[in-house]
Structures are given as structure tokens and as C-alpha cells.
């Protein structure tokens, strides 16, 4: 799709390979300084800055205004213009330009900002969030912790590489600002997709559980504000008259165990763990088609149907239906009105838990068993549509994640020349 430069070398790098023959041996603290100012906590207090640190990149891309008073370190002085690598487990490739603001600028020591000089900034922030640069520098940990890897600083300043001229820099940048820029667009739509359909999804359970199937059918008010009206013929009952709370405990170490984190937010579905967690001293024991509800931080939604037999958190709530067939009890706790009454209830501000006596006296609409066996089948099919729609819009994100990633290398290292690239209006992805 783009061309190669006329003639290449060999770098002499491994995770290089050829460059343009034209391109240049530099090591980066030659083209940039590390900018290590701090500041003491003491002078930070009492004022407010521009803050970045890795919980706020992590989830807004970029950094925060925040009062001197909320952080509690010894921090780095910024000025603006720098690129931050993070230290700290790099293989997650958390890198950030920085922009200038009106207060004072402050990052994280976890951080190591690099101020380009005699280098195009936006080429040297792209060099660092190429793949084979973020796995070199994750091959120089210092630490086995898998959780708490860290780099030292020269590990990421004083790296090898060969660059172009800064014109040539900056025509690399140019391309990859507009084709990167195209590509997030369309995860944006994916991912603006995939949040359609899940809410799509969790409209069909409730609207199945709380109103049935036939939308002819007569209907009463159910007394319960969060419900409304639901089937005539349908009763009305607690939750603890129509199920068993169990509460048998097992250090049985043979179970397979089940944590909060094996289970996924809003889908019911198991994720399988890579390697045996490590249980409390006394799990509960679990039978197949028990629904599992997790009462730590109800609004992830955690339920599972399990189909073996096992033990799990004491986080998670073990439920037996009696007049309720499994897997309508577990669409049940999984609907939205569900969720939302049991979030309502919580206790504790830092780790908010709902409790199996609010959950028990809850009122539920109960069906007949044989509706409750159709309804189950009908959402049983038109889930699995759904998530068949998701799973493939999800595979495109990869697809696409992947070849941003391919091209951000190609482009740094010059295995394609785009020195001479025009964006065209009607240009498409290949």
C-alpha cells in the first residue's frame, strides 16, 4: 500500500532491522533531555496544578487540575511540550505528550519526561508507543513482580536507534497524526456500537423478566415502584420465599474457585484464570446451576450460572431457586432494574456491599414455570445474537488496534517512505 525507500542498511539493531541507508545512529538522550526537577510535598500544599498520574491517564488520556492538598508525594516539575514514559510496568505502553497550561505542571515520579531538542516532539512521542520500543524497554526490568515491573530511567533515555532528518520527522508525524486519527475514529464507532448493543441487551432482560413475552396480555400494577406493570396472572412474592440463600462453607482445595474477577460485568460469562487463584482460608460451596451474585460493588453486575460444582468468594451471594427455574433467576439478578435497586442499598463508602437481607426482602414478579421456561429460551437465542454481533465488532478493534500498531512501527523505522504522503478525501481503509 505505500512504498519503500530506494536504498536501506542494516541497522545492526535487532528489533530494528533495515533503515534507509540516509537515516542517521542516534541515542535518544541526544536528541532529548531528561527532565527529572522535583518538587518537595511541602511546596505543593496549599497550591494547585495540572497533575499526571497513571490512574487519571488511564482513564481520560490525559491529566487533571487538582488542588496541592489531594496529593500526598514528592512529584516532577513540568514545562510542557515533554514526553512521559511510564516506568512502571511499560509493557502497558502508558505514553503522553504533555501541553502547556496557564498553572503550574506536575507528574508523577513514576514518570520519565524526555524534552525533545533537535528532534520533532510528535516523532519522538510516536518512537516511544511503537510496539518493539515498548517491549525493549520492557525487557530491562528491574523486578520479577509481574504487577509492579519498573524500568530504570536510563533503560528508557539512553536507548538506541536511527532517526531521519527533522524535516523527514516531521512528515512521519504529519502521516501518522491523520492515519492514526482515521483509525480511531472508526474504533470510536465500533466501540459506540458495542455500547448500543449492550444496552440493547440489557433492555430486552428486563423488559422479558419484568413484563413477559406477550405483549397482549393483561396487565396489573405490581405495587413495586421499580417494576410497574407487569402480566395479571403473574404473583407477586419476596425473593427469599422463592429461593434458598446457601451459606456452607469448604476449604476443600480440589474445588475449581471462583473470585469476582473471574466473572465478567453485565454478561454472566466465566473467565477461565490463567492460573489458580488464591482462595480465602473458607470458601462457599457452590452446586451446578446455583446463580452466584456478587454483593461487592453491585453495579459491575458479577452473576454466573455455573454448570460444575465448586467454591467462591464469600463477595459472592449463593442462591438456589426453589420456584424460580436457574437460569430465570439469573437473567433476574442480571436485568437493570435488579442491579440498580441493590446498588441503591449499599453500605460502606470504599467498598460498598449489599446485603443478602436487603436482597431477600426484595419483592419479585414471579411466572408461571413453563413462562419462565420460554422466557428464558427467547433470551437465551436473542443474546447469542448479540453477542455474536459484539464479539465481531470486537474482533474488528483488534483488527484495527493491530494495524495502527504496524503502521506506527513501518512508519518510525522506515519501512515505508511516506515522505512524499497527501491525505485524499475519499482514501479508505484497506
Known sequence: ????????????????????EHWEMKRIDWVAEYKNKGIDISNIHGNK??????????????????????????????????????????????????????LPIICSTEFVPLKPKNTDKNYLYYFYVTETVKQYISACVQSVTRSHQRARPSDIVKIWSYMPTIEEQKAIANFLDHKTSEIDSLIADKEKLIKKLEE?????????????????????????EWIG????????????????????KTDNEDLPYIGLEHIE?????????????????E????????????????????????????????????????????????????????????????????????????????????????????????????IDSIDSLIKDNRNHIDVLQSYRQSLICEA?????????????????LA
Open 49 to 102: 496544578f495540572f497533575y499526571y498520574s497513571i490512574p487519571v491517564i488511564e482513564e481520560t488520556g490525559d491529566g487533571k487540575y487538582e488542588n496541592g492538598g489531594n496529593i500526598d508525594s514528592n512529584k516532577i516539575v513540568l514545562e510542557g511540550d515533554e514526553i512521559i514514559i511510564s516506568k512502571l510496568n511499560p509493557r502497558k505502553g502508558r505514553v503522553l505528550l504533555t501541553e502547556k497550561k496557564e
Open 283 to 382: 470458601a462457599n460451596l457452590f452446586e451446578p446451576n446455583y446463580v452466584l451474585f456478587g454483593k461487592l460493588r453491585p453495579y459491575l453486575a458479577k452473576a454466573l450460572l455455573p454448570d460444575f460444582k465448586g467454591r467462591c468468594t464469600s463477595e459472592l451471594l449463593v442462591l438456589r431457586g426453589i420456584d424460580l427455574v436457574p437460569r430465570y433467576l439469573f437473567y433476574n439478578v442480571l436485568s437493570k432494574h435488579f442491579i440498580n435497586i441493590v446498588d441503591s442499598s449499599t453500605y460502606g463508602a470504599k467498598m460498598p456491599r449489599a446485603s443478602w437481607q436487603f436482597i431477600g426482602n426484595l419483592f419479585q414478579v414471579v411466572p408461571p414455570i413453563d413462562e419462565q421456561k420460554s422466557i428464558c429460551a427467547f433470551l437465551d437465542g436473542k
Open 229 to 248: 406493570e407487569v402480566p395479571e396472572h403473574w404473583e407477586i412474592k419476596r425473593l427469599k420465599h422463592l429461593l434458598e440463600f446457601v451459606n456452607i
Open 412 to 428: 518510525v523505522t522506515g519501512k515505508i517512505d511516506v515522505r512524499d504522503y497527501q491525505p485524499e478525501r475519499s482514501e479508505q
Open 1 to 20: 500500500m505505500y512504498k519503500r525507500y530506494e536504498k536501506y542498511k542494516d541497522s545492526g539493531i535487532e528489533w530494528i532491522g533495515e533503515v534507509p
Open 265 to 281: 460485568s453485565w454478561t454472566g460469562k466465566y473467565i477461565c484464570p490463567e492460573k489458580p487463584s488464591q482462595p480465602e482460608n
Open 200 to 224: 440493547y441487551k440489557q433492555s430486552i432482560i428486563t423488559e422479558a423478566v419484568t413484563k413477559g413475552l406477550n405483549p397482549d396480555v393483561k396487565m396489573k400494577d405490581s405495587g413495586i
